[in-house]
């Protein structure tokens, strides 16, 4: 079990409360038996404390589960579903932000704000999914769809470094192939042609996206 952290626990007053009394208990351990009281409080406290967790859990687990299938359930062009959805991951990452489905609940809100075409929100999103699940294997994705988010901005040089970044940090990811058609296209509107043709070019000879960097190709 990981070592628990202050900073884990803001937001919750009775977490905090046993974190400051554990650290007390710590720190001054000669005083343990002048000051049983408290060893007695933080046993107490921490059983209340594990019950209110274990509660947390399945509560989180439950929404996330319900958020993911009505997300998966969503039509693009249809606000209202995607609405629900962002709304359920938000509450999910207020409410549970200690627990792996509050990271994952970044990505999907995320992608909720992305199809709302609140760009900026979707990108804030993202990036702090990115910073707090690097490893994660929908990291790629993420680095993507910021990618599309500045292309859809019209940001090309923006989109081009967080393309690079995913071929960088994910180079075996399903990822690359979209990433690469991507940095295609950002040269291409850029007005950079001999760029964008070697790009497609690679895509052409040993990519799954070659018809769609033919089909760019053919727009040169």
């Known amino acids: 079990m990981s070592k628990l952290k202050r900073h884990n626990l803001k937001g919750d007053d009775l977490a905090l409360w046993i974190y400051d009394a554990i650290e007390y208990v710590k720190k001054n351990p000669t005083k343990i038996q002048t000051y049983g009281g408290i060893a007695a409080g933080v046993l107490i406290g921490a059983i209340i404390l594990y019950a209110a967790v ?65 760009y900026d929100d979707a990108k804030a999103c993202f990036e702090e999914f990115l910073e707090k699940c690097p490893k994660h294997p929908l990291a790629p994705a993420a680095y993507c769809r910021i990618g599309n988010i500045y292309e859809q901005k019209k940001e090309f040089s923006k989109a081009i470094d967080s393309y690079k ?56």
């Open 54 to 118: 274990s509660t947390s859990m399945k509560n989180v687990k439950g929404q996330f589960s319900q958020a993911q299938v009505a997300y998966q359930q969503c039509v693009p062009g249809e606000k209202e579903g995607y609405t629900k959805a962002k709304d359920v991951f938000t509450s999910i990452i207020n409410k549970y932000g200690f627990t792996k489905e509050a990271k994952f609940a970044r990505f999907y809100k995320g992608a909720c704000c992305y199809y709302l075409g609140t």
């Open 165 to 220: 970044s995913l071929l960088k940090n994910y180079p075996q990811s399903f990822e690359v192939h979209e990433a690469d058609l991507s940095l295609g296209r950002c040269y291409q509107k850029m007005g950079n042609i001999q760029q964008a043709k070697k790009v497609y070019g690679k895509i052409i000879t040993s990519s799954v996206w070659a018809d769609e960097a033919r089909f760019w190709w053919k727009n040169l």
